[in-house]
């Protein structure tokens, strides 16, 4: 049930762009991202809630296709800043006891 | 800074002990969810409290238990340590139980030994 998360790690230069994808075994109601810097507590970065929707947040932005039961996270024109442990989290239901599942993670590192 | 805060930072147990961690939820929160992080893993769910109710468990025994308290801080009890125990744990309140983004603390390492 733990969605998969590709690449398990990515370096980049500044201003280069990278893509993280995050695939589920199962249907999927809704996709979670946060970013996690080193001894820091994971940072919401944004949530997806319907099929082919997408959504931006400064020059990060991501999709989320319901039927392929995957989404993806774009990090376009990349700063120092953007570096940590990407995690996509993801609930298979609209209601209920209905916990976040987190991936293992992609860590990003971007260089000078 | 999310507003949610954990207590305490860090801690040392030796295996077989128990232990309680706590956490203050950001003003206006309802919703708190535990979660277990092993080095390089993702965070794992413990369980969910939601107006002091427990909403949700994931695949953790029941030595791990919790409380929810009025004004919606939590705690996190775990009994008989095992040093699979050791871990970052993170706790994080939302607005809501479901379909919403979710504050995490800082966290508490806890190292058994």
């Known amino acids: 049930q733990q969605p998969v998360q590709s690449p398990q790690a990515v370096i980049l230069r500044e201003g280069e762009d990278a893509v993280i994808n995050c695939s589920s075994s199962?249907?999927?109601?809704?996709v979670h991202w946060y970013r996690q810097k080193h001894g820091e507590a994971p940072v919401f970065l944004m949530i997806l809630l319907k099929g082919g929707e997408q959504k931006g947040h400064d020059k990060i932005s991501a999709s989320f296709n319901e039927k392929k039961q995957q989404s993806s996270l774009y990090l376009t024109a990349s700063q120092l800043s953007y570096s940590g442990t990407y995690f996509c989290g993801t609930e298979i239901r609209r209601q209920g006891n209905t916990p976040l599942v987190f991936g293992k993670g992609t860590r990003l590192s971007v260089i000078a | 800074e999310t507003g949610v805060t954990q207590s305490p930072t860090h801690l040392i147990k030796t295996r077989g002990q128990q232990v309680t961690l706590r956490c203050s939820s950001q003003s206006g929160h309802n919703t708190v969810s535990w979660y277990q992080q092993a080095l390089g893993q993702g965070p794992q769910f413990i369980f969910q409290y939601y107006r002091e109710e427990e909403n949700g468990r994931g695949n953790f025994p029941p030595r791990f238990s919790g409380l929810q308290f009025p004004n919606y801080s939590s705690e996190l009890n775990v009994n008989a340590l095992e040093l699979d125990d050791s871990a970052l744990y993170l706790c994080?309140?939302?607005?809501?139980?479901?379909?919403?983004?979710?504050?995490f603390g800082q966290g508490t390492r806890l190292t058994v030994v």
């Open positions: 994080a309140s939302s607005p809501r139980a479901v379909n919403t983004e979710a504050f």
């Open positions: 199962k249907a999927l109601y809704s």
